[in-house]
């Protein structure tokens, strides 16, 4: 799963697993990113469950 949306995002997939257990947070140009490769919408990114959402995207991406 973290393999795959990193390589989507090309990032590590120790970054997404960092994101998602709030060791750091994406840039807002990361953001932007994951908003552009995943079409989700730029508000989704807004609500403080963004880790919940990165996971259900990367386990799409399966």
């Not at 973290?2 to 750091?24: H, P």
């Not at 989704?44 to 963004?50: D, L, Q, R, S, Y």
């Amino acid at each position: 799963m973290n393999l795959q949306c990193g390589q989507a995002l090309n990032v590590t997939k120790q970054t997404i697993s960092n994101w998602e257990n709030d060791n750091i947070q994406p840039s807002v140009e990361m953001l932007i990113k994951i908003v552009n490769t995943y079409s989700v919408s730029a508000n989704i990114t807004a609500v403080p469950e963004w880790k919940m959402i990165l996971k259900m995207l990367s386990i799409k991406t399966n």
